[in-house]
């Protein structure tokens, strides 16, 4: 590849400015913006994520979920959505998001990507651009909750959204009770720590299965996510117990609160989830 001259380098630094001009203006205008943040891989964060949508939702707030996880999409299929249905675009070239359940907004790659299996083979650069893009491009309308599902790690996703949007309501972290996932969380809180974003909480997920005679089995453990709340001095927002319909829904592409909505794990999200927006809204 030709090593670009220098005024195609200044071109390119001056679109990215532009870029990045519109995307503080766009974020500006959403009131909270909150990234879903854990080290740790498969601890629940995309789950979380469209749980805390529909809870917002539900109270009749408009949200929206970018799904920053571009090598593993799983917003689509949670919030129901098919891969590959594509997103449209204004004659603007502004991107229309697509639309969840009730009314919730979600920009994904997954929803781009011909199917489940197709692989997205990008470096870091190529995500950060994206990121950047998408925030400025997308019309986000009358959002007012902007929910970023993260891949796990603290690299280019994280920091790329740490750095572009001004006034992160804050990160939300999320851990199963394992030594090994407290570990790794601990990394994400001290990620924003040191970027100084706000914490807004932490949710145990996977604390404990109830056999139906009621007694509980901590197979993860016990405590990680209380230590981690202790440590850095962030709410603890409670523990979501190993419930198979959740896996099965999230599998189906359903949404486990329309289904399940009068479950005892629903009513435990619900608590949690308004624990989470009370803090969320005394951000503003
Ligand atoms: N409390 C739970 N009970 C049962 N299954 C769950 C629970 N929470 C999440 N799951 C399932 O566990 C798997 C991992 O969840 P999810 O995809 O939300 O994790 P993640 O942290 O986003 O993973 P990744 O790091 O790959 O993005 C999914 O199959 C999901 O349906
Ligand atoms: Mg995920």
């Known amino acids: 590849?030709?090593?670009?001259?220098y005024k195609e380098t200044a071109q390119r630094m001056k679109m990215i400015q532009e870029q990045q001009k519109i995307v503080v203006q766009k974020m500006n205008r959403i009131k909270y913006k909150i990234g879903v943040l854990s080290s740790k891989g498969g601890v629940g964060k995309s789950f979380v994520t469209a749980t805390l949508a529909m809870g917002?939702?539900?109270?009749?707030?408009?949200?929206?979920?970018l799904d920053a996880d571009f090598h593993g999409p799983s917003i689509p299929k949670m919030m129901g959505l098919p891969t590959g249905m594509g997103l449209l675009a204004k004659p603007d070239g502004s991107i229309v998001p697509a639309e969840g359940p009730l009314g919730i907004k979600v920009i994904s790659v997954g929803l781009m990507l011909?199917?489940?299996?197709?692989?997205?083979?990008?470096?870091?650069?190529?995500k950060t651009s994206a990121i950047r893009e998408l925030l400025a491009f997308t019309d986000w309308e009358d959002t007012e909750f902007l929910l970023i599902d993260l891949p796990p790690g603290t690299g280019d996703?994280?920091?790329?959204i740490a750095?572009?949007?001004?006034k992160l309501t804050g990160f939300l972290l999320v851990t199963i009770p394992s030594e090994v996932s407290k570990l790794v969380v601990k990394k994400a809180a001290a990620f924003a720590k040191k970027l100084n974003e706000p914490l807004l909480g932490i949710i145990e997920n996977m604390t404990y299965f109830e056999c139906p005679d009621g007694t509980k089995h901590y197979i993860f453990g016990k405590g990680a996510a209380k230590e981690i709340a202790d440590e850095f001095g962030i709410p603890y927002l409670g523990e979501v117990p190993i419930d198979p319909r959740i896996r099965e829904?999230?599998?189906r592409g359903e949404v486990f609160f329309l289904k399940y909505g009068d479950s005892k794990t629903a009513s435990i999200l619900s608590e949690i989830t308004e624990r989470l927006i009370k803090i969320i809204e005394s951000k503003s």
Do not use: C, F, H, Y
């Open 1 to 5: 590849m030709a090593t670009p001259s």
């Open 114 to 126: 011909p199917s489940d299996e197709t692989p997205l083979i990008w470096r870091g650069p190529l």
């Open 56 to 65: 917002l939702a539900l109270r009749g707030k408009k949200v929206a979920i």
């Open 249 to 251: 829904t999230n599998d």
């Open 163 to 166: 750095q572009l949007i001004p």
């Open 157 to 160: 996703e994280q920091l790329t």
